[in-house]
């Protein structure tokens, strides 16, 4: 049962060849690009003339850090 338990928590960060606080801490910095994005999309709906390519440069930058992943 533990090692089915532990399965659970390392089996996807193993196929991008990381652990699972390493995973942890990818996932947490990634989160943190997207909510900054989504901040800057929301302050852009409200006055269009801010944060023009914030959101689409921030979206770019998390693709190619995540194109390849696990190859």
């Known amino acids: 049962m533990n090692a089915r338990i532990v399965r659970l928590f390392t089996a ?3 196929t991008v060849g990381e652990s ?3 995973h942890m801490r ?14 800057a999309a929301l302050v852009h709906a409200l006055l269009p003339f ?3 390519t914030t959101a689409s440069r921030i ?3 998390l693709h190619q850090r995540i194109e390849g992943r696990g190859k």
């Open 12 to 14: 996807h960060p193993q």
């Open 59 to 61: 979206i770019r930058e």
């Open 50 to 52: 801010l944060c023009e």
């Open 20 to 22: 699972y606080f390493e």
């Open 26 to 39: 990818f996932a947490l910095w990634f989160s943190s690009r997207l909510l900054v994005a989504g901040g």
